[in-house]
């Protein structure tokens, strides 16, 4: 089977769970990164039936901790022959700033960093692959934003609730991932940033929603597999094919017309501590 191996971060809930389980009734291999061993615990308490899958390993790291993600990168290495698909999905959506053990705030640490640090860390993992490709789970919008306000990104002075940090730091996933891959010529390594559309999910009907938002996330918001099958949709559908670097909404790609030069990168890197 091509495209076998696949990793899946934010996979134990919404999107990524629905998304783990389409790959696995594909018979594909699922390494699915938890934040740690009680939340292997609840999801099979929660859904027994993946116990069935041999094909499904487990990882733990807190994404939001830059030495768990080099350690887990780590292990896959050693425990797998090969990374065909790396499915960066975990996200958070908070009601106020948070900081992680590294001092940045969360959205800039789990929404940018993490999956940046992921994809660098399992290199060597994606390089055996013949197709390797990473799919970022991006959000509606992000190419409206006229500025990326690094500032407020990385240490917030006025939050607002998903039209602050927690958009800049998807729009900043987006920026960093594709300008490494520019940067890096001799990578083989395709880049995607798909939105889900809106889903009701966790994160979605969570205190990080803007109140006036939770009526409309009530009546329009659809299921978690919608989100998970335009994923799935952009890493397999064969007879779609999205240019390395394509921000996807709704199954098209949409042009971001910022860019970034190189102080703002050197920016945006440094809440990298390791
Ligand atoms: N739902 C929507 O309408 C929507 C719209 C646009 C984009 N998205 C994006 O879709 C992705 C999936 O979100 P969702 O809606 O499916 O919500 P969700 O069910 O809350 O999924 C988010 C997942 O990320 C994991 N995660 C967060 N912080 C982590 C950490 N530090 N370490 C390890 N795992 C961590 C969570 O695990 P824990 O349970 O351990 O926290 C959870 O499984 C996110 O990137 C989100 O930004 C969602």
Do not use: C
Not at 91 to 111: I, T
Not at 125 to 142: C, M, Q, R, Y
Not at 221 to 236: I, M, Q, R, V
């Amino acid at each position: 089977m091509k495209k076998e191996w696949t990793i899946v971060t934010g996979g134990g809930s919404g999107i990524g769970l629905k998304l783990v389980k389409k790959l696995l009734k594909e018979g594909r291999h699922v390494g699915l990164i938890l934040r740690n061993a009680a939340r292997k615990s609840e999801l099979l308490d929660a859904e027994p039936g993946l116990s069935r899958y041999e094909k499904l390993d487990y990882f733990f790291a807190d994404l939001s901790v830059q030495i768990e993600i080099k350690a887990v990168a780590q292990e896959i290495i050693n425990r797998w022959p090969k990374v065909d698909v790396l499915f960066n999905n975990a996200g958070v959506l908070l009601e106020k700033p948070a900081f992680s053990a590294q001092g940045n705030e969360m959205h800039y640490e789990v929404n940018t960093l993490a999956p940046f640090l992921l994809a660098s860390h399992l290199r060597p993992a994606l390089a055996k692959s013949e197709t390797p490709l990473i799919v970022n789970t991006s959000t509606d919008g992000i190419h409206y934003i006229r500025k990326l306000d690094i500032p407020e990104l990385i240490n917030p002075k006025k939050f607002r609730k998903l039209f602050g940090p927690y958009m800049y730091s998807k729009l900043a996933q987006y920026l960093i991932m594709k300008d490494s891959t520019e940067d890096n010529g001799q990578s083989k390594v395709k880049y995607l940033f798909v939105s889900p559309g809106g889903n009701k999910t966790k994160l979605s009907t969570g205190k990080g929603m803007p109140g006036w938002m939770k009526l409309y996330v009530k009546l329009i918001y659809k299921s978690p597999s919608y989100g998970a099958d335009l994923l799935w949709e952009a890493a397999f559908n064969e007879d779609i094919s999205f240019n390395s670097g394509s921000y996807i909404q709704k199954s098209k790609a949409i042009k971001i017309p910022l860019t970034l030069d190189p102080i703002k990168k050197l920016d945006l890197l440094k809440g990298v501590n390791i």
